[in-house]
């Protein structure tokens, strides 16, 4: 390790050169804002991509949350937006599934990945870990624009004339490999496959990336413990997402072999519409199997990176080091090996052998045992602190609440005697939208409002951030809390009309109320996004090089910096980024040296 | 667009402009008033709100608890008696989970507001306890010891083998609904191949007519159960997958093309019972798809008839054998027992008592 950092710290002399070559060659506009390899600059691609895709993740929401709580409604201006897929000012039900599929392939890939860990993992690495830039700067450029080139094809599916993929975001075939079992399997349903491969390379390319810079690019004195949490989190996260990113690509590659080339992977014994289909032997839940050895870590993947965030935000501004600092690692290590060892509970009724279903049982609830350190953790870091509710701040708390009220319910879900009851019910969507949706937007808010002096070298709104905060807070417990009680009822999800049917159809008033959380908190949405783009130009200019009082490298780097970070040499580490409080001093910073009297921890 | 439509974008608007110019006029204020004061009065709204968030939140949830209870199936006995395990199984999980729920989130927004900056104090430096640690690990790590082991304990009695005296139904799905296949008086299901499927020649399920088994199977529109008497499910698909979801019963299992599943349990309230029991004239079992399955996914749905033995008998024996409807013109060149399709039916209707014995 030691021999590691001595030559790395060799080789930075040179790289200051290049810095400096790198100005008299003046950056173009493309090379700049464009096809650029600054990890900061990338992280901003990321990040505005990936809030371009939430906004229309989220208006898709909204347009299906119409139909849900207004079922009775004509909208003529539906119609003249959509054409046909809303005639006679109804939201058809082809395009009320396509909207279902796409909202969730949008918010989990390119939102909640892509422009989750992109963003954070681009902008804090090099910072944090004290490096010019990534391992591999170019390949870092390369997954933005395969990211891209994912985005262009999705988006280019949405204007096909028979519409996206609309087989829900799992794409379980044989609904997915027949095009004449519904309009979403034919074209739109390749170009999803498509995408989603390109997705996968760009995801590939990142992580790789992302590791090795972690793990080769320390700057002197920064050991693995010295770490801010942040890191270690995109560092499971990545590993995570190269384990498991190819199982799903395979996946998908049999899925486009199944629909083109005549192969029975996932058909067997299939009468569709009267046709005899000629394929024996296959299975649909082999494709189950390797969508969720993907599909599980997934989850982890959103979330892990959004707990480094926060338990980094929350340490800074609570002015107290993390509680627990070894055990939130150990933590996060046990969720990221188990995230490998639980796919198979979203298949607890697909006939898998009960046996096999109980193994599953007994590790799923595993997880909750780390995810309930943490909890304790955050909770006890906030105990005695002194603390500052900086929008960022209040995001930390309102996930830790999130987390909790998600993260219990998975309890019932993991159990399988449970699932039988609560399998695919609006319970799981409750479930799921608290722990990985809410809860993951709250940590990325989190880190959006810390880091924004960073990257643009001015200030958000504090005002709008705290009437984002409260009012995404009180919505989304709106939105998703009642839902429970709808789950208790047994009422399927993914259902587009509920009045035929007796045993749902008592909750039209509450699907109303909740429709209407559900496009308050849309606009609520849209005012942060303004807040963000008028900030870039028009917010408040940060003065000071440290304006949150924060320990890590980051912060010693000039306000505006330029490529390749710091203008000099880049700072030695002395000791771990949590020293808050410590001996009467406020913070401090991780380059200090440790001074003589100073007591251990 | 609609006038109230245009309306209703105008003042969101305004709304907007209002917000943004307060929020852009508190930043002037901040710096004529310092920022050192803003910070403070900002924060102590924001802890305030903190414990308002704490206070308004339980209360609704308990208001949303009152109103939405009577709605769910909580406070309905489950229909079948695996479902009375599934119902137990929930209400100690909802006490664990409840008690730690209430808890963490009073500790998170009461540290939250309590702990909220003050100039007079500083910041506990506090990196780690061993002990405390342990602790909540060792506590959650019981408290799930106990749900698996429930959980398990149930999983395996629902999940195994049906008793021997349990009636089989075959539950067929298929976009978008759903077709049964009874047994008929050898109680045996016939063969069947997915190549042998032609609704037009009276074969919508692949029956194998060679299979003799086959000739006195049933396929009525609709699933009667019997009262107290176990029933197994064999469930197939023809098409893409579906899921037999049956919520009064709590129980769920997908239809999988090519896989057929199995689940088995017993009724306990007649469909009567149940109209008196919910009060609801109306009530009705009813199996929805919980399985993405097409466009037309939210209107697949079967309607199951759970009543005496007496009744079942009676509908049973007025059911024909799906061969008589294959062959209405008598059997063909198969087999020796084949009778003309009417005295079939007949003897479809003797055929239910024996089963009645079991």
Known sequence: ?601 | MTWTEYFVVIILVLIFIVIFQIAKASEYVSVLKGEKKTFEQNNRINAFLMLVFLVVGLAAAWWCNKLLYKKTLLWLPSASEHGEKIDTMMWITLAITGIVFVLTQILLFWFAYKYQANEKRKAHYYPHNNKLELLWTAVPAIALTVLVSFGLYYWYKITGEAPKEAMEVEVTGHQFGWEYRYPGKDGVLGRQHFKLTDAAKGNPLGQDWKDVANHDDLHPSELHLVVDKPVKLIIRSQDVIHDVGLAHFRLKMDAVPGTPTTMWFTPKYTTARMKEMTGNENFVYEISCDQMCGSGHYSMKGTIIVETQEEFDKWISAQKPQYATAHPDGAPAVAAATAPPVSDSVKAATNAEPKAEH
């Not at chain 1, 040499?569 to 200090?592: C, L, M, N, S």
């Open chain 1, 1 to 601: 390790m030691s021999n590691e950092i001595a030559v790395q710290h060799g080789v930075i002399p040179h790289e200051v050169h290049e810095h400096h070559d790198g100005h008299h060659h003046h950056e173009t506009f493309i090379t700049k804002y464009v096809f650029s390899q600054d990890h900061k600059m990338i992280a901003k691609q990321f990040l505005i991509t990936g809030i371009i895709w939430a906004i229309v993740g989220g208006l898709m929401s909204v347009l299906f949350r119409i139909q849900l709580g207004y079922p009775e409604a004509t909208l003529p201006w539906l119609e003249d937006i959509f054409g046909h897929w809303a005639k006679d000012g109804k939201i058809q039900p082809e395009f009320y599934y396509a909207l279902g599929t796409m909202h969730g392939t949008i918010l989990v890939f390119f939102v909640l990945t892509a422009g989750l860990s992109g963003t954070f993992a681009n902008l804090l690495i090099p910072y944090q870990v004290g490096a010019r830039d990534m391992a591999s700067p170019f390949m870092n450029m390369l997954s933005y624009w395969f990211f891209v080139l994912a985005s262009i094809i999705i988006m280019a599916s949405l204007f096909v004339q028979t519409g996206p993929a609309s087989g829900g975001w799992t794409v379980y075939p044989p609904l997915s490999a027949l095009g004449d079992a519904s309009q979403g399997s034919k074209i739109g349903m390749d170009l999803w496959l498509i995408s989603m491969a390109m997705f996968v390379v760009s995801q590939l390319l990142g992580g790789l990336n992302y590791v090795s810079t972690i793990l080769n690019m320390r700057t002197k004195g920064m050991t693995m413990t010295r770490l801010p949490l942040t890191i270690w989190a995109i560092l499971f996260t990545a590993i995570l997402g190269i384990l498991s990113f190819p199982v799903l690509f395979s996946g998908f590659i049999l899925l486009l072999f199944d629909r083109h080339l005549g192969t029975s992977f996932y058909l067997s014994d299939i009468v569709l519409g009267g046709n005899i289909l000629p394929n024996e032997g296959g299975s649909p839940i082999l494709y189950q199997h390797l969508f969720w050895f993907l599909g599980h870590p997934e989850v982890y993947i959103i979330i892990l990176p959004t707990m480094g965030l926060v338990s980094e935000v929350m340490s800074i501004n609570a002015r107290k080091p993390i509680f627990g600092y070894m055990a939130m690692i150990a933590s996060m290590f046990a969720i990221a090996l188990l995230a490998f060892l639980v796919w198979a509970h979203h298949m607890f009724v697909t006939g898998l052998n009960p046996f096999l279903g109980s193994v599953f049982v007994l590790l799923t609830l595993l997880i909750a045992v780390p995810s309930a350190i943490k909890v304790f953790n955050w909770i006890t870091t906030l105990w005695r602190g002194n603390i500052r509710f900086t929008p960022g701040m209040l995001f930390c708390v309102g996930f830790v609440s999130m987390f909790i009220s998600g993260g219990l319910t998975g309890i019932f879900l993991g159990n399988s005697t449970l699932d039988l009851h609560l399998h695919d019910t609006y319970f799981v969507i409750a479930h799921f939208h608290i722990v990985m949706g809410v809860s993951a937007f709250m940590g990325m808010f989190a880190g959006i409002y810390h880091w924004f002096p960073k990257m643009y070298g001015r200030y958000m709104n504090n005002t709008m951030g705290y009437i984002h905060f409260w009012v995404t807070m009180v919505c989304a417990y709106v939105i998703f809390w009642p839902m429970h009680y709808e789950g208790f009822a047994g009422m399927p999800r993914r259902y587009y009309d509920y009045s035929g049917w007796e045993s749902f159809k008592h909750f039209v008033e509450l699907n109303r109320v909740i429709s209407f959380a559900a496009i308050l908190s849309f606009l609520v949405q849209l005012m942060f996004v303004f807040n963000f783009f008028y900030s870039i130009f028009k917010g408040r200019k940060v003065t000071t090089q440290n304006p949150w009082g924060a320990n890590t490298l980051e912060w010693t780097t000039p306000i505006r910096p330029g490529h390749g970070n710091w203008p000099g040499e880049i700072p030695e580490v002395h000791r771990w980024a949590y020293d808050y409080g410590k001996d009467g001093k406020d913070f401090i910073p991780q380059t200090e040296p440790v001074g003589k009297d100073e007591s251990t921890h």
